[in-house]
């Protein structure tokens, strides 16, 4: 049974960081891509981040570049989401996604099951 279990959300002080892992199960990321999701209150859901499974293509949407960090972990079949230099408007519900397509251009696509998410809240 393919399963997403997220953690590591919670509230942080803007400019602060966190890192989110995705531990999977029931497959293998050796051979699936993994996205990263987030919805906020009232908006639209936005594909942020994805690695591809040998791991050379990575994505980032424009508003997280350069504070945002996806990496895999194959031996704990685990992928992480470090994010750094955090904002209000990071502020959202995080998915872990298993994707068909991880474009370095075009971000990810093809998405075949999602984790429960976890919350990240940016407030001072």
């Known amino acids: 049974q393919v399963q997403l279990v997220e953690s590591g959300g919670g509230l942080v002080q803007p400019g602060g960081s966190l890192r989110l892992s995705c531990a999977a199960s029931?497959?293998?990321?050796?051979?699936?891509?993994i996205g990263w999701f987030r919805q906020a209150p009232g908006k639209e859901r936005q594909g942020v981040s994805c690695?591809?499974?040998?791991?050379?293509?990575?994505f980032y949407v424009a508003s997280v570049k350069d504070r945002f960090t996806i990496s895999r972990d194959k031996a704990k079949n685990t992928v992480y989401l470090q994010m750094n230099r955090l904002k209000s408007e990071d502020t959202a519900v995080y998915y872990c996604?298993?994707?068909?397509?991880?474009?370095?251009?075009?971000?990810?696509?093809?998405?075949?099951?999602w984790g429960k998410g976890t919350l990240v809240t940016v407030s001072s």
């Open positions: 996604v298993r994707v068909i397509v991880c474009s370095s251009r075009d971000g990810p696509s093809g998405m075949t099951s």
């Open positions: 029931g497959f293998s990321l050796d051979n699936s891509a």
């Open positions: 690695i591809s499974s040998i791991g050379g293509n990575t």
